[in-house]
C-alpha cells in the first residue's frame, strides 16, 4: 500500500510567488527527492490556467499526481477561513504555510493529517506591515490551526517561542529550518553578470525596505558616519517605502547617489554572485524570524555582519559577527564601528568568510524534508 504525502504548493503559481514561493518549490522539490519506499508525492493547487498547472509539473518533477481544487485562489482563502469546503478530502496534507484546509479530523480514524507552516508573526507584532485584510485572514487561519493542525511547523527556535506567544498550540509546533534557495551557486559567467549589473570590485551588500524594522535606515546611517569606508552599497530591495525613496535618504544621511546600486527580483545565479563579490554582506533586520539571508550569504563564503535579532543568533551561532540593536539609538554607530572592522580588518573577514562557509553546511533542503517526512511518520 502506497502512502500519498499531499503539498500545498499554490504558492508557487501566485501572482507573485515571492520568498515564500521559493520556499514552496524548494522544499517540496527535496520532498519529493526524499521520498521513502513505498510513498508517494502529490500537490495540491487552486483552480488556475493550464499554464500555471504545467508550471508546477515542470518545477516539481517526480510528482504523482496534481490535485485542482474546484475554487480559484481568492476564493479558496476565503472557503478555508471560514471552513465552507472539505476539498481537497482526507489524507496526509503538509502546507508550506497557513493555506490550508484546516477542519475537524480524527487521525485515527483516516489517518488524515494537516500540517501548516508559520513564517513570521507580522499579524500581531507588526500589523501595519500587512494589509488589514491579510492580518484578519492570518489570524484567522491561526485560530483554525490552533484547533485543527496536527502539527505547527516554523523555521526556527526563536520564532517557535515567538508564536508560542500568540497562539497556544501545545506540543504541536515543530522547527524545520531552511536552506538556501535552488539555483545559489557561481557559473562560469559570474563575471559577466557582476559587469552586467555594474558591480564595482569593492562593496557592500545590504538586503531590506526603508521600513524601519529591516534595518536599511540603520545601514545608511551608518554609512553616513565620519569615518566608514567610503564603499558602495548594493541594496537588495525595493527602490521606495511609502513616501520614503532610497536615494533621498541616502543623501540625508551624506551618502551620495552615485554609492547606491539598487537591485531586485535578481534570479539566484546573479544574487549569487553579488552575495559572494560582497565586502561584508549585512542583515540589519531588528526582528528576524527566518535567518535565510544569512545561511545564503554563508553558503558562499561572505563575511555577516547581522543585528542580534534571536533568529539571527540562532542561524549564525557565532559565525557572523552581531551587532546590538538596543534601544539607545546607537544602533547605527554600532553598525559603523562593524563595517569598519570586517573591510579594514582581512583577517577578520577572512575569519568571517569560513566560519560562515562551515555553517552553511548545517543547512540543507534535503535534511529539511526528511524531517518533514519524519513528522509525518511520527503523527
Do not use: N
Not at 517561542?161 to 524545520?176: H, K, N
Not at 559587469?195 to 554609512?223: C, N, Q
Not at 564603499?231 to 547617489?257: F, R
Amino acid at each position: 500500500m502506497t502512502t500519498t504525502l499531499r503539498v500545498i504548493v499554490d504558492q508557487i503559481v501566485a501572482p507573485v510567488p515571492g520568498a515564500l514561493g521559493r520556499y514552496t518549490r524548494d522544499l517540496t522539490q527535496a520532498i519529493i527527492s526524499a521520498t521513502p519506499r513505498d510513498c508517494a508525492v502529490e500537490a495540491i493547487v487552486s483552480s488556475s490556467l493550464p499554464e500555471d498547472y504545467d508550471r508546477v509539473l515542470a518545477e516539481l518533477p517526480g510528482l504523482a499526481g496534481l490535485y485542482k481544487t474546484s475554487l480559484a485562489r481568492r476564493e479558496l482563502a476565503a472557503a478555508w477561513q471560514l471552513g465552507l469546503t472539505t476539498s481537497p478530502g482526507p489524507g496526509i496534507i503538509h502546507a508550506p504555510s497557513l493555506f490550508a484546509p484546516l477542519r475537524r479530523h480524527d487521525r485515527s480514524v483516516d489517518g488524515s493529517q494537516v500540517i501548516v507552516t508559520v513564517h513570521d508573526v507580522l499579524a500581531w507584532s507588526h500589523p501595519e506591515a500587512l494589509s488589514s485584510t491579510s492580518v484578519a485572514w492570518q489570524k484567522g487561519m491561526m485560530k483554525r490551526a490552533r484547533k485543527h493542525a496536527d502539527a505547527v511547523v516554523v523555521p526556527t527556535h526563536a520564532l517557535a517561542e515567538r508564536l508560542s506567544e500568540v497562539a497556544d498550540l501545545g506540543d504541536r509546533i515543530r522547527v524545520i529550518g531552511t536552506a538556501p534557495r535552488g539555483g545559489l551557486s557561481l557559473g562560469a559567467d559570474a563575471s559577466e553578470r557582476a559587469a552586467r549589473m555594474g558591480l564595482p570590485s569593492e562593496y557592500l551588500a545590504v538586503s531590506g525596505t526603508l521600513e524601519p524594522r529591516k534595518g536599511l535606515v540603520d545601514v545608511l546611517a551608518a554609512l553616513g558616519r565620519p569615518g566608514t569606508p567610503d564603499l558602495p552599497l548594493v541594496v537588495l530591495g525595493p527602490e521606495s517605502w511609502g513616501d520614503q525613496h532610497l536615494v533621498t535618504v541616502a543623501e540625508e544621511h551624506g551618502i551620495h547617489p552615485r554609492r547606491i546600486i539598487r537591485l531586485d527580483d535578481l534570479d539566484a545565479p546573479d544574487l549569487a554572485v553579488v552575495l559572494a563579490g560582497a565586502v561584508a554582506v549585512v542583515e540589519p533586520s531588528h526582528d528576524a524570524a527566518t535567518g535565510t539571508g544569512i545561511i545564503e550569504a554563508f553558503s558562499l563564503s561572505a563575511p555577516v555582519i547581522h543585528s542580534d535579532a534571536a533568529a539571527h543568533l540562532e542561524v549564525s551561532a557565532g559565525a557572523g559577527l552581531s551587532v546590538p540593536v538596543g534601544a539607545d539609538g546607537g544602533y547605527p554607530d554600532r553598525l559603523a564601528a562593524a563595517i569598519t572592522a570586517v573591510t579594514t580588518d582581512t583577517q577578520l573577514a577572512e575569519r568571517l568568510s569560513i566560519a560562515g562557509s562551515d555553517r552553511s553546511r548545517a543547512f540543507s533542503w534535503r535534511d529539511s524534508a526528511e524531517r518533514v517526512w519524519q513528522l509525518h511518520a511520527d503523527l
